[in-house]
């Protein structure tokens, strides 16, 4: 992407942003805003949109790890502390999750194979 077009599609972001907040009490919204801040390469305020998603509660370890538009920060020490704590937050919950049932009330494995799969 060109400075140019860059520059001109961090503006138009920043303007939705004003225009529809909804960045501001989603924490999904939170992470997406910060992946496209992170393809814009405005790392900054991308690290800062992450950090607050995880905050918030969107802690999905596998986006994190995934998502092709934070591929700019991937080197970046932030995105490492990040995904430590997003692990961190995973943990917990698939720790949660099993010790109260969560896999026999959706009827899957731990391992995450549907057991009427596994039935039929």
Do not use: W
């Not at 607050?52 to 995934?66: N, Q, S, T, V």
């Not at 998502?67 to 997003?86: F, I, M, Q, S, Y």
């Not at 943990?91 to 009827?107: K, S, Y």
């Amino acid at each position: 992407m060109e400075d140019g077009d860059s520059q001109k599609s961090l503006d138009a972001l920043n303007r939705a942003q004003a225009a529809f907040p909804v960045h501001t009490s989603d924490p999904e919204a939170r992470f997406f805003q910060g992946c496209l801040l992170a393809k814009l390469n405005d790392a900054g305020r991308a690290l800062e949109f992450l950090s607050l998603a995880i905050d918030e509660g969107y802690h999905c370890l596998y986006a994190l790890l995934h998502e092709p538009d934070l591929e700019p920060l991937r080197l970046h020490h932030h995105l490492t502390e990040l995904v430590n704590r997003a692990t961190v937050l995973d943990r917990h919950a698939r720790t949660v999750f099993l010790d109260n049932g969560g896999d026999r009330l959706l009827g899957v494995h731990s391992d995450g194979i549907l057991l009427s799969s596994v039935l039929n």
